[in-house]
């Protein structure tokens, strides 16, 4: 499993665009890039998920580059509840036959300001 | 739609006795279920993954004798800690996915379950 280099913490203030960079130089043919936001003593929650290029959600986008080697989670106009740990996992194609095991980084603790 | 359950939330337990926790896929049936643990400031560390009707299997160094999982049915599995120890004191948490929800391998947590071993 490919494993993941993110900023151990981000800081921001309300209403700006955060942006999160992971690096995944490893990252393999079958693997997919998936995102999970995790506050304190809860379980995670699926933000996005992408192969390459750009994804698009109502809460986030998601962007890929060609070489797919790295992939930024974009927050638009962060708010205070957006305080958590956001991880970045890349992951194997349930349907290539894997088990689908989640290897979970450290994160990157984001901090939203007023 | 997708929600995932654990029983209890929180447990206190003295040191050796054993505790069982239930993660309960309640909207869709799970044929692969994960259990996590994490520790305080921690990411979560995958201990072992269990598909229904299969024994589980364990990540290295989980003992598979003191963490026993039980996936019985498409949309319950048990983990009991066995003669637990404070060292065993953490966040439980457990995951559901199936084939035929979500993109890929989309796993779908439960709330966790904070165990303290006194």
């Known amino acids: 499993l490919a494993k993941t280099t993110q900023p151990i913490s981000m800081d921001s203030y309300e209403g700006q665009e955060v942006n999160i960079t992971c690096s995944h130089n490893?990252?393999?043919?079958?693997?997919?890039i998936t995102w999970y936001q995790q506050f304190p003593s809860q379980g995670p929650r699926f933000i996005i998920q992408?192969?390459?290029t750009k994804v698009t959600n109502e809460v986030a986008s998601l962007f890929i580059p060609a070489d797919r080697k790295s992939s930024t989670l974009s927050l638009p106009r962060v708010s205070l509840s957006d305080t958590a740990v956001y991880y970045c996992?890349?992951?194997?194609?349930?349907?290539?036959?894997?088990?689908?095991?989640?290897?979970f980084g450290k994160g990157t603790k984001l901090s939203v300001k007023p | 739609g997708a929600v995932v359950s654990q029983h209890p939330s929180r447990v206190i337990c003295k040191s050796g006795t054993s505790v069982k926790i239930e993660c309960r896929s309640l909207?869709?049936?799970?044929?692969?279920m994960f259990w996590y643990r994490q520790f305080p400031k921690k990411s979560l560390m995958l201990m072992a993954t269990?598909?229904?009707?299969?024994?589980?299997?364990?990540e290295q160094g989980v003992e598979k004798d003191k963490f026993l999982i039980n996936h019985a049915s498409l949309t319950l599995s048990t983990l009991t800690v066995t003669s637990a120890h404070p060292e065993d004191s953490s966040f439980y948490i457990c995951?559901?996915?199936?084939?035929?929800?979500?993109?890929?391998?989309?796993?779908?947590f439960g709330p966790g379950t904070r165990l303290t071993v006194l």
């Open positions: 995951s559901a996915m199936t084939s035929g929800r979500g993109s890929y391998n989309e796993q779908f």
């Open positions: 490893n990252i393999a043919t079958n693997d997919y």
């Open positions: 992408g192969y390459k």
């Open positions: 996992l890349v992951g194997e194609t349930l349907y290539g036959g894997s088990q689908g095991n989640l290897i």
């Open positions: 909207d869709f049936q799970a044929t692969t």
């Open positions: 269990s598909n229904e009707g299969s024994k589980a299997t364990y």
